[in-house]
T-cell receptor
């Protein structure tokens, strides 16, 4: 079945450090890929998405590139801020299905 | 505009009692999803509605769980004879045409 695997956290970084959160997937067909973010005390919100191979999603300085050959969608940011501290979820949706499959989430803590 | 709302925000109940959780999706969103987020776990898909019908109920963990949606809008998730393992945050999301989901703030359920 469809599945998403992302690196376990927590990830602790100093402010202005580089961030990579790995995400790989298994799916039938050509899924759309997403990163959602959950800030402390808030609901999940879409961070970025990519709908086809080689697409790059970007938002708030975060980027992720849809790599079909490696079935990956790693989240990157060149310089993290304390305000980026949150839980990040990688997710996929296969076009023939409405269900979205989420990874287990990676907690990021950025310290000043 | 108004986002997805859920009520109650917190619910404490005794083992064996029934609970009802409510979700008000964004107006005009035809798809509605329920997820469960347990401590330290990712998002577990429960059920998906398209309009008032539920083409995918595959995630409901047992027959104690049921959900309905009326008027293509409000949805209610009912848990009968609650157990301690039902304690979790229950998230609702809605979606227009397309894969992006908009999440509510969740209902935190604690079964004593």
């Amino acid at each position: 079945g469809d599945s998403v695997t992302q690196m376990e956290g927590p990830v602790t970084l100093s402010e202005e450090a580089c961030l990579t959160i790995n995400c790989t997937y298994t799916a039938t067909g050509y899924p759309s890929l997403f990163w959602y973010v959950q800030y402390p005390g808030e609901g999940l919100q879409l961070l970025l998405k990519a709908t086809k191979a080689d697409d790059k999603g970007s938002n708030k300085g975060f980027e992720a590139t849809y790599r079909k050959e490696t079935t990956s969608f790693h989240l990157e940011k060149g310089s993290v801020q304390v305000s980026d501290s949150a839980v990040y979820f990688c997710a996929l949706q296969v076009p023939s299905k409405q269900k979205v499959t989420f990874g287990t989430g990676t907690k990021l803590q950025v310290i000043p | 505009g108004a986002g997805v709302s859920q009520s109650p925000s917190n619910k404490v109940t005794e083992k064996g009692k029934d609970v009802e959780l409510r979700c008000d999706p964004i107006s005009g969103h035809t798809a509605l999803y329920w997820y469960r987020q347990s401590l330290g776990q990712g998002l577990e898909f429960l059920i998906y509605f398209q309009g008032n019908s539920a083409p995918d109920k595959s995630g409901l963990p047992s027959d104690r769980f049921s959900a309905e949606r009326t008027g293509g809008s409000v949805s209610t998730l009912t848990i009968q004879r609650t157990q301690q393992e039902d304690s979790a945050v229950y998230l609702c999301a809605s979606s227009p045409q397309g894969p992006t989901q908009y999440f509510g703030p969740g209902t935190r359920l604690l079964v004593l």
